[in-house]
């Protein structure tokens, strides 16, 4: 699911040509939230931790003109 998530928001990025750093300060996150999304459906996240928070979604779904459904859908 977490490489879902990450592929909408790339397709984001790239639609608005934004980077990752870029849009991570605009939604007022770490600078590296997105970069550590990225580490998160690397690693596969078989841990038990959860990849990505909702609020992180949400905030990054208004800096890329989205929902935080199409995000997670």
């Keep these: ?3 879902d998530i990450l592929a909408r928001i790339e397709q984001r990025l790239v639609a608005l040509g934004l980077s990752a ?3 991570s300060k605009r939604a ?7 970069r550590n ?3 998160a459906a690397q690693d ?7 990849g990505v928070q909702t609020r992180t ?3 990054l779904a208004k800096v890329l003109e ?3 459904g199409f ?3």
């Design 57 to 59: 979604i949400a905030a």
């Design 21 to 23: 750093t870029e849009a």
């Design 1 to 3: 699911m977490i490489t």
């Design 71 to 73: 995000l997670m859908s």
């Design 44 to 50: 596969g996240r078989s841990d038990g931790r959860p």
């Design 37 to 39: 999304i990225r580490r």
């Design 66 to 68: 989205t929902t935080p």
């Design 28 to 34: 007022g996150l770490n600078r590296d939230a997105i």
